[in-house]
């Protein structure tokens, strides 16, 4: 089965400053590729998803990026606010009736 | 988007009964839906993929006889804890995918804790 690697597990940066999360996934049949954030004793809250026809994909100030060849994708939030602070999932799973796989998470805080 | 929402959002039991938890899909039919376990500090983790009108499939190390999952309708699945016990205590979180695309909705979630 997929098996979604996740680092870093903590990532502290200052407010303005770009962060960047990363995550490998194993199931090359895997085409789709979700970032959730979540907030304490909520449920997560999709941010961007990238299917595996494109490489890349941006929203304002969160991005991410998709090697398929080497089975890893990143997100990338520039310009950081307070308020980005929180635990990031990556994800991955195919279509149809399978089911998502999720990293371990990153808990980001943004020092202002 | 599609919406999903779970019931009850909080509940509290004693050692040994047992606890129903709700998922509905509002507003479109979910052939699947997915139940997930989350322990404080960690991640997601897959229990058991609900299908409509047959078994669910549970991951390895999940105890179907202790957690019981109906999906008797398109748009309803349950997930029974019984004889719980404190390790039960957790983050419960059901999903459903729609029809239309990849995306996956998440219920509420509903926290479980066992005295």
């Known amino acids: 089965g997929e098996n979604v690697e996740q680092h870093p597990s903590t990532l502290s940066v200052q407010e303005g400053d770009s962060a960047v999360i990363k995550c490998t996934y194993s199931?090359?049949?895997?085409?789709?590729f979700p970032w959730y954030k979540q907030e304490l004793g909520k449920r997560p809250q999709l941010i961007i998803d990238?299917?595996?026809?494109?490489g890349e994909k941006k929203d304002q100030r969160i991005a991410v990026t998709l090697n398929k060849t080497a089975k890893h994708f990143s997100l990338h939030i520039t310009e950081t606010q307070p308020e980005d602070s929180a635990v990031y999932f990556c994800a991955a799973s195919g279509s149809g009736n399978t089911p998502l796989v999720f990293g371990k998470g990153t808990r980001l805080s943004v020092i202002a | 988007g599609a919406v999903v929402s779970q019931h009850p959002s909080r509940v509290i039991c004693k050692s040994g009964t047992s606890v129903k938890i709700e998922c509905r899909s509002l507003?479109?039919?979910?052939?699947?839906m997915f139940w997930y376990r989350q322990f404080p500090k960690q991640s997601l983790m897959l229990m058991a993929t609900s299908n409509e009108g047959s078994k669910a499939t549970y991951e390895q190390g999940v105890e179907k006889d202790k957690f019981l999952i109906n999906h008797a309708s398109l748009t309803l699945s349950t997930l029974t804890v019984t004889s719980a016990h404190p390790e039960d205590s957790s983050f419960y979180i059901c999903s459903a995918r729609s029809p239309q695309g990849l995306e996956l909705f998440f219920g509420e979630g509903s926290r479980l804790t066992v005295l």
């Open positions: 990238i299917r595996s026809n494109v």
């Open positions: 199931d090359s049949a895997s085409n789709y």
């Open positions: 507003d479109f039919q979910a052939t699947t």
